[in-house]
């Protein structure tokens, strides 16, 4: 079979899981929110994972009713129409705020590591105060990394060695989507793949050391950290190649395919690790959702 003859049901199993997993999202958000006070689900790590799906969300929601369609030719006019508003959102959802929980994953490491390692000095360290703040701070953060992608900017393309300058006005968004993402060559393009990785590789290291009755929490963190390294090694690869040799690694064909699993793969990671390894937290969800027996989830299964 040629290679062409899998892409279709490759991009249908992952609309269908994307599709799947929307519901979930929310789901998981209500759970977290609902119960944020709670003793089981009040405390700064889950305030701390509440700001992931939260960020997951905002993705899914992104990417299902605006990306995708696009992709798909669904209501063509529409999207050519609003083309240069609709990009800028897609963009911010599929940057910045889909880095949020690289960031965030770090602050769990070392949530867990206080938890172990500093039992007494734990909630000390951790108060909620604490917590409100790192979360402010890395949303604010993001949202300031976001205004380049709605401001108007000056960018620039090459063309048979022949550098021609453009002045965003706001119908040229994917040409800057492609500046800040794709920009192979650039050292700082591809340093941004492979250092974002830092945060949830530290917080993956850390926790697959633990005890082996932290196998649900190993379990949980090896998809988290997965879903990060598909992209990564996809785009990193990919820009640090063309800027040694001056030319593509992976055929443009295969390469987007590639980004669209590791894409999806990232949208999709979470709320499935955590209600399938850990299964108070389905409690606590058939709890919010019908009432059932008081859950007793607590941060220390995590």
């Not at 709670?38 to 992104?62: K, Q, R, W, Y």
């Not at 995708?68 to 940057?95: D, M, Q, S, Y």
């Not at 992209?231 to 800027?243: C, D, E, K, N, P």
Request: proline share 4%; charged share 15%; with cysteine.
């Amino acid at each position: 079979m040629q290679f062409d003859d899998f892409i279709v049901p490759i991009l249908l199993f992952f609309n269908i899981a994307v599709v799947i997993t929307f519901p979930l999202h929310i789901i998981f958000v209500f759970v977290l929110i609902r119960r944020r006070k709670s003793a089981e689900l009040g405390s700064p790590f889950h305030h701390l994972l509440l700001n992931i799906g939260v960020s997951d969300l905002i993705n899914a929601t992104g990417y299902l009713f605006l990306q995708e369609p696009a992709w798909l030719g669904i209501f063509p006019e529409f999207f050519l129409r609003n083309a240069w508003f609709i990009a800028k959102i897609v963009n911010i959802c599929g940057i910045t705020v889909s880095n949020v929980p690289l960031v965030i994953h770090f602050f769990l490491a070392l949530n867990r590591f206080t938890a172990i390692r500093l039992p007494i000095r734990h909630h000390s360290i951790w108060r909620q105060p604490t917590v409100l703040r790192i979360s402010v701070i890395v949303w604010i953060t993001a949202g300031c990394l976001s205004v380049p992608m709605i401001y108007p900017v000056k960018v620039f393309i090459i063309i048979n060695d022949i550098t021609i300058y453009l002045e965003s006005n706001g119908r040229i968004t994917s040409l800057q989507f492609r500046g800040y993402v794709f920009s192979n060559g650039h050292l700082t393009s591809v340093a941004f793949q492979f250092v974002n990785l830092g945060a949830s590789s530290f917080y993956t290291t850390y926790v697959l050391i633990l005890k082996d009755e932290e196998s649900g929490a190993r379990g949980g963190c090896e998809e988290y950290c997965g879903r990060d390294i598909v992209l990564a090694t996809v785009i990193g690869s990919q820009q640090l190649y063309w800027m040694l040799y001056s030319e593509d690694l992976i055929p443009i064909k295969i390469y987007w395919l590639l980004f669209k699993v590791g894409h999806d793969l990232h949208n999709i990671a979470t709320p499935w690790v955590m209600v399938l390894l850990f299964s108070r937290i389905r409690r606590d969800i058939r709890y919010v959702l019908v009432g059932s027996t008081r859950s007793t989830y607590s941060a220390s299964n995590v």
